[in-house]
C-alpha cells in the first residue's frame, strides 16, 4: 500500500515526529534565496523573495526588516515576500549579510 495516505492512528509519537520536522530550520547559509521582479495588478513591480526555508515567526521578522530598510510597503504570502517596486539590490545586499545565498533571477 505505498499509495496509501494515514488518515488515524493510535500512535501518539507520529504526532511528535511531524512537528520536529516542521518546525527545524536549515542554515541560512544553505538555502538558495531567488529574488524575483513581478509585475501585480494595475502593472505596479514587486520584487519577490523566494526560496527561504525558515520559521514563519523569523520570515515575518525578515520581511518587517526589508520593508524598513527599502522604505516600501510589503506582505508574506504564500511562503514568499513581497516588497513593493524594484528592491532587489537593497534586499541582496541586505541578505547576504545575514548569510543567505542570494541570486538574482528574472526580470
Given at each position: 500500500?505505498?499509495?496509501s ?8 509519537t507520529?504526532s511528535n515526529l511531524e ?5 527545524k ?17 494595475g502593472g ?5 523573495v ?12 525578515i520581511t518587517k526588516?526589508?520593508?524598513?530598510k527599502?522604505g516600501?510597503?510589503?506582505?508574506f504570502?504564500?511562503g514568499?515576500?513581497?516588497i513593493q517596486?524594484n ?9 547576504l ?5 542570494v541570486?538574482?533571477?528574472?526580470g
Amino acid at each position: 500500500m505505498s499509495n496509501s495516505k494515514l488518515v488515524y492512528s493510535t500512535d501518539t509519537t507520529l504526532s511528535n515526529l511531524e512537528e520536529s520536522v516542521t518546525t527545524k530550520s536549515v542554515r541560512a547559509s544553505q538555502q538558495k534565496v531567488r529574488l524575483h521582479l513581478d509585475r501585480k495588478g494595475g502593472g505596479k513591480i514587486v520584487t519577490v523573495v523566494k526560496g527561504m526555508k525558515e520559521p514563519k515567526e523569523k520570515i515575518m521578522e525578515i520581511t518587517k526588516e526589508l520593508k524598513k530598510k527599502c522604505g516600501t510597503g510589503g506582505s508574506f504570502k504564500n511562503g514568499e515576500i513581497l516588497i513593493q517596486g524594484n528592491q532587489r539590490p537593497i534586499i541582496q545586499k541586505l541578505l547576504l549579510k545575514k548569510g543567505y545565498d542570494v541570486k538574482l533571477s528574472g526580470g
